[in-house]
């Protein structure tokens, strides 16, 4: 006899179902164990999905908050555009991590590539998001109001009214009433059923709540939007003009300047502007204090070389708008005239000398440099003293910021001043570590001090200084931003649009009237509010007045006793009419 083969003759141990497998049975698509076949998303799921995620709210919220994260390192870091000298100076101070940081163009900062991305994405998000809510509230802007509900008595503000008998008011001539009196109040209104025995009102209003919501995210993407406009197109520049000089905008004529990403020489609009005098008044206290109260700057401009000049006024806070820039007075001090000689007699340097103001009295630090003077190079730092005076150690100081004996205190060097090595330095800075010291209140020769039109001989033979005349300067700050009136429209709009969204309540109220067997008008309303609003129980309270003064001047309003208080109790001949559902915010 055949032996059966193993496979038939040797039972096997039955397999048991888990809980898993059981459950992965039931559930179509699914296979048995852990295992999960899901649909694929696919490259256009996917890119929807990145779409819904990056214009959803919450994105939107959270890149607003990064982009000012990432303005943080522009006020840490110096920038480029703003003071390359600065820039250049720090990665030397700092060689280890200096270059580290302009590889992730933190001197940069807002003309990175990360920063840029991320305002990039905040504007498209927010046009994500408005989009599709403006598509939203258009169709509810031309929506019926929703249906009255049948239950008006489970609305968060309810009421009801009896018109006695008598009166000629009939169920549907209340229901007219009644959306004319909400019509008045402003709000949208259909009446239904008017035919029936059961007229009702549906009425809404607040829609200029989302508009001013739409209105507020729209001037927010204007602003980003004329934001991004003027950095890349406009400009900012410094000059600091003394008496009799004048200014001419083009490149070479800014002390300092920052231009935008897309800036243009092109842009620059060819005037200029001549500082004839600048003037300051001051008020002095009985206790000595002094403080400025006006500061005037008369200034000659000519926007176009074919233009006749014209003189106009420039003070603090009143810019000139001149070649579509406008013209801000930042500063003024004094600017000292002085004459450098060398030591072979020539001159090396001669004109006004910029110093900058320390204190209210108009202390100057003043920095002179001669590069030119031969054998050796000059340099002299100290101080201006408007009106010099000593005191009982025998150290001058300034008693007025009036000029009234004007004098220069001033230590001299020579040496190499480093301005041949091309590597750019502060006009306002000396830096004396490589020069030897000529004069100097501790060394034998002493300071150099002079007054008006006094000169002084420097040691060695290295030439002299004299201090001819004195003059006054203005700093002035000129800022060009084609979008700056864009941007103020934007922010108005979005102001109120804000002011709109939080103020304006989106209301419902319903009205239903009907007659009940012993002849009155039976009249019950409801309202309901969109979100928090708590003026829904004044607005029942003014929807209430206006009724009872439009059917019950001049009658008893009809008690409880008489009859039916609702058109719920109240029995009602002929049809009820539709069965609304629900009175829930749709």
Known sequence: MKPEPESEMTPQPPVENTEADTAAADRPGEKAGNDVALPALGLRGTLRWAWTQLTSMRTALFLLLLLAVAAVPGSLFPQRPANPGAVTQYIQ??????????????????SSVWFSAIYLLLFISLIGCVIPRAKVHWKALRSKPPRTPTRLSRLPEYGTLAV?????LTAAGAARDAAAVLR???????ARDLDGTRPSVGAERGFAKETGNLIFHVSLIGVLASVAVGGLLGYNGQRIVVEGDTF?????????FSPGTNFSESQLSPYSLTLDDFDVTFDRQPNGNVQPLD????????????????SETLKVNEPLNVGGTKVYLVGNGYAPVVTVRDGEGEIAFQGPVVGVPTDGVYTSLMVIKAPD?????????????????LDSNGVSFSGDPDPVNPQLNLNSYYGDLGLDNGVPSNVFVLDTEDLTELNNRDLDSGGIVLGMNQSYDLPEGKGSISFDGLLRYAALDVHYDPAKTAVGIFAALSLAGLSASLFIARRRVWVRTGTADDGRIMVEYGLLARGEDPRLETEGEALRTLLEKKWLAGAPAATPA?????????????????????????
Request: glycine share 12%.
């Open 295 to 310: 500061f005037t700057a008369g200034v000659t401009v000519q926007e176009d070389p074919e233009e006749e000049p014209r």
């Open 248 to 256: 001419v905008n083009t490149l070479v004529g800014y002390d300092t």
């Open 164 to 168: 006695p008998a008598g009166t000629g």
């Open 373 to 389: 003077a031969k054998p050796d190079q000059l340099g002299f730092v100290g101080f201006f003293l408007p009106t010099a005076m």
């Open 562 to 586: 008489e009859g039916p208080e609702t058109l719920a109790d109240a029995s009602v001949t002929g049809s009820t009419g539709r069965t609304e559902e629900t009175g829930k915010d749709s």
């Open 184 to 190: 008045k109040r402003g709000y949208r209104v259909e």
């Open 93 to 110: 101070d700092n060689p280890d991590t200096g270059p580290w940081l302009d590889r992730f163009q933190l001197f940069d900062v807002y």
